[in-house]
C-alpha cells in the first residue's frame, strides 16, 4: 500500500510540488530500505531524491541509514534492494457478460522508488505512465487493444513453464508468477497474456480481479498484449 507518511527534507521540498510529492508518495510501497536492504518495519521512511539531471529516482529509506535530502547522482544506482510484487490470473474482459477471458499479469516493478521527469509541462512528476506509455501499454478502456502488440518496439518476452510465467522487460525488470490451471490453459490457448503495469497497485495475494478493474478505472493501470515466446 501507498506510503502513508515520510521524512522530507526542505530541499525537496523546494524544488518539487506539494501535488508531486503526493504523486510520490501514491507510488511507493514501504518494504525494504534502499539503503541497507532490510526491511522498514513501523518506522517513517526517509524520502530521498537522486537527481539523474533530465529524471528523478524518489526512494525511501531508514532515516538512520540515508537521511532524508536532494542527492546529485554521479553514477547510475544499481537498485540492489528495489523489491517487486505480482500476481497471474484469470480476467472477464467482456462487457456483455460473455465468457471472454484473459491471462492477465500484473505487477508493480519497484515498490520503495518510483521515477519523475518533467515532460508533462507540470514541473516535476511522476512518469510511470509516460515510460510505459513509450513501450506500447495503454490505459484500461477504448485505448486498449486486445489480442495484438500495438508498438513499433519489440514487445517484453513471456514464457511459460508448467505453471509460471516469467516476463523480460529488458532494463525494466524481469519478473515471475504462478497461476492455477485455469489461467495457465486460457494463456495456452491465446498464444499471450496481458501484462499490466501499476506503481500505483501492488498485487499481492488478496488482490484480484475486482482491484484490477478499478485501479484501472482510475488510470493507475498500464496494459499490453504481449505474445508468449
Known amino acids: 500500500m501507498a ?3 515520510l521524512y522530507i527534507a526542505d530541499d525537496i521540498r523546494s524544488r518539487v510540488s506539494a501535488e508531486a510529492l503526493k504523486q510520490v508518495a501514491a507510488n511507493l510501497h514501504q518494504r525494504d530500505c534502499q539503503a541497507c536492504g532490510k526491511p522498514i518495519g513501523g518506522q517513517t521512511p526517509a524520502l530521498s531524491i537522486d537527481d539523474g539531471g533530465t529524471f528523478l529516482t524518489a526512494m525511501i529509506n531508514h532515516q538512520s541509514c540515508r537521511p532524508t535530502g536532494w542527492y546529485e547522482l554521479t553514477t547510475v544506482a ?5 523489491s517487486w510484487t505480482s500476481r497471474f490470473f484469470t480476467l472477464q474482459m467482456s462487457e456483455d457478460g460473455s465468457a471472454d477471458p484473459r491471462a492477465v499479469f500484473i505487477v508493480c516493478p519497484h515498490l520503495e522508488a518510483v ?10 512528476t511522476v512518469n510511470t505512465e509516460r515510460f510505459w506509455r513509450a513501450r506500447g501499454l495503454r490505459p484500461m478502456g477504448r485505448e ?9 518496439q519489440a514487445p517484453p518476452v513471456a514464457r511459460l513453464t508448467g505453471s509460471t510465467v516469467r516476463i523480460d522487460a529488458g532494463l525494466a525488470g524481469r519478473w515471475s508468477s504462478s497461476a492455477d490451471l485455469e489461467t495457465i490453459k486460457v494463456c495456452r490457448k491465446r498464444g499471450g497474456l496481458l501484462l499490466g503495469v501499476s506503481t500505483v497497485f501492488e498485487p499481492v495475494a488478496s488482490a ?7 485501479y484501472g478505472a482510475a488510470g493507475h493501470l ?7 515466446a
Open 78 to 82: 544499481a537498485a540492489a534492494h528495489l
Open 3 to 5: 506510503v502513508a507518511e
Open 208 to 214: 484480484g480481479p475486482r482491484d484490477v478493474l478499478r
Open 115 to 124: 521515477h519523475l521527469d518533467q515532460e508533462g509541462g507540470d514541473g516535476w
Open 144 to 152: 486498449l487493444i486486445l489480442d495484438k502488440w500495438v508498438a513499433d
Open 222 to 228: 498500464f496494459l499490453g498484449w504481449v505474445p508468449l
